[in-house]
């Protein structure tokens, strides 16, 4: 295992791992609190169709990815609010539409499509150091906003209606905090492909509830199990020559039956 450290592309995954894990963890916790996970999955999903006309136009296809995920994050947001559209009726659409635009562009692109594999099912040893420069700008932005405005998003994740009573600039945190979903989105699908993402955004956190309750102590450790899930993927599948995304979630979904398992000896034992 040491002499794969001698590999750039190899400590290039470790580093990106761990900015992304703690990145994850934060945002899956704002998600989870405000039950936005089905939310997660449609943008997740809408990101084929940017992938799709990306390599069609001969455009870089994250960026389009990214273009496609904000604009269909945020059009869910103000379409619940200006139309009052149920979420789950406007996930649906942006659900279909980016799978459909996507799979109707990679047909019509000449030729076998570079790289599609690794958006889907995800490639954590093609991470670059420009990718872990994108990685660590968006860390710090994001880390930056939860400490300028911690308790407002706290409030608005758990009950956005009382804050926007009281006065808080909901609207504000809701559309920035739904465009870092969106971005945080595209730049872990080269992690873990569209088709694994939602492992990242949902079970650390759910296993940490488990453990604590505060939004603060549920985000803290979800970032250690989010870091060690990671790197246990990366180890296992570096080791055994398989793909290191799937142990990724293997490990997580692991971590997630344990916490069930000791949150239910607890609650037998407090009874």
């Given at each position: 295992m040491l002499e794969?450290?001698?590999?750039?592309?190899?400590?290039?995954?470790?580093?990106?791992?761990?900015?992304?894990?703690?990145?994850?963890?934060?945002?899956?916790?704002?998600?989870?609190?405000?039950?936005?996970?089905?939310?997660?999955?449609?943008?997740?999903?809408?990101?084929?169709?940017?992938?799709?006309?990306?390599?069609?136009?001969?455009?870089?296809?994250?960026?389009?990815?990214?273009?496609?995920?904000?604009?269909?994050?945020?059009?869910?947001?103000?379409?619940?609010?200006?139309?009052?559209?149920?979420?789950?009726?406007?996930?649906?659409?942006?659900?279909?539409?980016?799978?459909?635009?996507?799979?109707?562009?990679?047909?019509?692109?000449?030729?076998?499509?570079?790289?599609?594999?690794?958006?889907?099912?995800?490639?954590?040893?093609?991470?670059?150091?420009?990718?872990?420069?994108?990685?660590?700008?968006?860390?710090?932005?994001?880390?930056?906003?939860?400490?300028w405005k911690y308790r407002q998003i706290v409030a608005c994740a758990f009950d956005r209606d009382f804050a926007r009573v009281i006065g808080l600039p909901t609207r504000f945190i809701s559309y920035t905090m739904t465009v870092f979903i969106a971005v945080g989105i595209v730049l872990t699908i080269r992690l873990v492909g569209v088709m694994l993402l939602m492992a990242m955004l949902s079970l650390p956190m759910m296993a940490a509830e488990a453990f604590c309750r505060s939004f603060g102590r549920i985000m803290i450790v979800s970032v250690a199990i989010s870091i060690c899930c990671s790197l246990g993927g990366l180890m296992i599948g570096a080791t055994a020559d398989v793909p290191c995304s799937a142990f990724i979630v293997l490990c997580g979904v692991g971590v997630f039956f344990l916490s069930r398992v000791y949150s239910f000896l607890k609650s037998r034992k407090e009874a």
């Open positions: 794969l450290l001698r590999y750039n592309f190899f400590v290039y995954a470790l580093a990106g791992l761990v900015l992304i894990s703690i990145s994850s963890a934060v945002i899956g916790t704002y998600v989870i609190t405000r039950r936005l996970v089905a939310i997660s999955g449609g943008v997740t999903h809408a990101c084929f169709g940017g992938l799709g006309l990306g390599y069609f136009l001969g455009w870089n296809p994250i960026l389009m990815a990214g273009v496609f995920a904000i604009a269909s994050s945020v059009g869910v947001e103000w379409a619940s609010a200006r139309w009052r559209l149920r979420e789950d009726s406007a996930i649906a659409v942006i659900w279909a539409l980016g799978m459909a635009i996507g799979v109707l562009f990679v047909f019509l692109t000449p030729g076998y499509v570079p790289e599609l594999n690794s958006f889907l099912f995800g490639n954590v040893l093609t991470i670059s150091e420009r990718d872990l420069w994108a990685f660590g700008i968006y860390t710090v932005l994001l880390g930056a906003f939860f400490a």
